[in-house]
């Protein structure tokens, strides 16, 4: 006997009507601008994939190209959509109506595209440190965060990821979790491609939620067979000459796993702090323990935000650090926006990155 298909529920109903509702604005244009209503079928068609796939939308099996083609052209038409009371204001003020929406059309497939094909930007900053010897002042940590290795990026582009890193010749490379998306299936791929780290005094890590959601057990004896420290609640001295560097790291938060007083049990007196957090919401924990710099990552900033103020993001949900350099007494906090997705891979105002955190003495 065949089986009734599912009904739609109200989660599935809200996301056929929020996609409608974003490309109403750019398919009207469209369709005015031609004369012709292919605008409005090439939009269904392009939403179709997805729409296939409402009970795991960000997870179907449609091919990764098309995946792109659809995230990439909703995010075009909410650009689209956001522009057009500026667009509507220059029509007023004078301006010739056909430059403007061609303008506006220009700008919305340029975000669009970028949002699903931009790669990460390499963020550079210098943080002055108390405590710092002499040896360690230029001291530099590289860091890669929430890779979510899956779907949506292979183990391939980890391993460009690596590259770029490695080309900078660091002293020290963090990697603050988020590895996965989920499942065992992309566990061993970005265990090799993050196996190919280079750093002087090696390659650390942490682990975030994500990376429980399969065996975590499993997933650090992958990563340490590829040659990465992993900090589960403890720390390691690291040592150039005479001076220390103590570099700990705290286990996942959302699993209740972290410890920070055990990651911080083996602090030698006066010597300063490097702590990688995944979750930034640990910050005043570390600053309550005197922790110079701690390295986090997690909220992705957001991944939709409003390019150029740090903050309005959709990062806000989850953390009061959604993104960048924070400080609070002696204590610093950088939270990395990550290099890839979770959920849709698209990202809007909220580049991915990679960074070079460079140690000076305070």
Known sequence: MSRAPPS???LQVLTILFVALIQLPAVLWACVVTHSPLPALGAVLVSLPYLRHLQTPWQSTS??????????????????????????????????????WGACGVLA????????????????????????????????????????????????????????LNALDVDLMSVTGDLITQGSSHV????????????????????????????????VHSLERHGLTVLRNRGVVVERGNA?????GVDDTWTSRHDLRRALAARPDGVPTVLLAHDP?????????????????????GQLAVPGVR???????????TAGLYRQ??????????????????????????AIITLRRA
Not at 200 to 214: I, K, L, P, Q
Not at 244 to 248: D, G, I, M, S, T
Request: aromatic letters at 10%; a positive charge.
């Open 109 to 164: 497939l340029a975000a669009g595209a970028h949002s699903v094909l931009g790669r990460p930007r390499l963020r550079r900053l210098e943080v002055r440190v108390e405590g710092l010897a002499p040896e360690l002042d230029g001291y530099r940590i590289g860091q890669i965060s929430d890779v979510h290795c899956g779907p949506y990026v292979p183990e391939s582009r980890v391993a460009t990821w690596v590259a770029r």
């Open 281 to 301: 919401n640990l910050f005043p924990q570390a600053q309550a323990h005197q922790v110079e710099l701690t390295l986090s990552g997690h909220t992705h900033g």
């Open 188 to 219: 061993e791929a970005v265990s090799r491609a993050l196996g190919g780290l280079r750093a002087r005094d090696g390659v650390f890590a942490c682990m975030g939620n994500h990376d429980y959601f399969t065996d975590g057990e499993r997933f």
């Open 311 to 321: 903050g309005l993001s959709l990062a806000r949900f989850i953390s009061r650090w």
């Open 244 to 248: 220390r560097l103590y570099v700990a």
């Open 329 to 354: 007494g002696r204590s610093w906090l950088y939270v990395n926006r990550g290099a890839g997705t979770t959920g849709p891979p698209v990202r809007l105002g909220a580049p991915a990155e990679l």
């Open 8 to 10: 739609l529920g109200r």
């Open 63 to 100: 091919p990764a190209r098309m995946a792109y083609l659809t995230l990439g052209w909703w995010t075009a038409c909410l650009v689209f959509g956001v522009l057009l009371l500026p667009a509507s204001l220059a029509i007023h003020a004078g301006l010739p109506r056909a430059w403007v």
